[in-house]
């Protein structure tokens, strides 16, 4: 026999934390395409670097079969992937939580969990669309050669997944260092515009002094980067890394590690409420 109670919990059934999540995901692209200077500086930041960086150096890289067009274009995909994940977060997070976005938002019965799927969706359709975009640009522009094989096709796609998560769950750590919504640009473009110096991204690998070059390689950007040129470059292009070759398997571990890592720091460090809100 169905009692009242029952009847009340069928009726007040809230979706699961996946529908919302796909609901929240929906609303967070809306609002990001809606806030027009945030939504042209992410894409073009990378774009625009990449147009620099690719006509003043495009001189053939001697011993590679490449030019230094192609270096850059393969290494700016790695950056806009961390740029549309690590900054975007990192910033719209704090500022979220600066304006009590995020106390109200976990005031209601939607679970935490639909709020940050809400955020992966977005990060994933934005990182997609960045990607596709810098792609487009090297391919058609700087002579970067699209894979020919399903094996580089999927080699891409497992490191822009594990690069991609790891790159937002750091953004989401991140996210609680700044004070203020005002500060929060300044902390997180900062160690990405430094990262980029240090990980193959604006100076090739092989001008980059050793010892800065394993700072870099703490991170996952150099990694990416790494991955990337082995994907989009040809085998004789190798001789310009650190270690003489692509290292799949180690970027697969420390993309990995970063995942789990990241995800644990989310766990230590992720807050509702503000500083000053206690």
């Known amino acids: 026999m169905t009692t009242n109670a029952t009847v009340t919990r069928a009726a007040g059934a809230l979706p699961g934390a996946w529908a919302l999540g796909l609901s929240r995901g929906a609303l967070e692209i809306r609002q990001f395409v809606r806030q ?24 053939a890289v001697e011993g590679t079969g490449i030019t230094a067009s192609q ?15 690590f900054q975007s977060l990192g910033i ?8 009590k976005v995020l106390r109200r938002l976990r005031g209601t019965p939607m679970p935490p969990a639909a709020y940050f799927l809400g955020k992966v969706w977005m990060v994933l359709v934005t990182g997609l669309a960045e990607t596709a975009v810098l792609l487009l640009v090297g391919s058609t522009l700087f002579g970067l050669d699209l894979p020919s094989s399903a094996s580089k096709w999927l080699t891409f796609a497992w490191i822009f997944a594990l690069g991609l998560t790891g790159c937002a769950l750091l953004g989401i ?5 700044p004070k203020s919504s005002k500060s929060a640009s300044s902390v997180v473009v900062l160690p990405f515009l430094i990262l980029q110096f240090i990980s193959g991204v604006f100076i ?30 040809p085998e004789s292009a190798a001789v310009l890394e650190q270690a003489g070759g692509w290292e799949y398997g180690k970027t697969a571990l420390v993309l990995g590690a970063w995942v789990v890592g990241g ?11 503000s500083r000053r809100d206690g």
């Open 36 to 59: 027009r200077d945030a939504l042209i500086f992410t894409f073009a930041f990378p774009v625009v670097f990449l147009a620099l960086f690719a006509s003043i150096f495009g001189d």
């Open 71 to 85: 270096l850059y274009a393969a290494g700016m995909v790695a950056a806009g992937i961390m740029s549309t994940s």
């Open 92 to 99: 719209s997070i704090a500022v979220e939580r600066d304006e």
């Open 173 to 177: 750590a991140i996210s609680s260092l």
């Open 204 to 233: 090739p690998v092989h001008q980059i002094p050793d010892w800065l070059l394993n700072i870099g390689a703490l991170f996952p950007l150099k990694w990416m980067c790494q991955g990337l040129r082995g994907v989009f470059l």
């Open 263 to 273: 995800l644990v720091l989310c766990l230590l460090t992720f807050k509702w409420k």
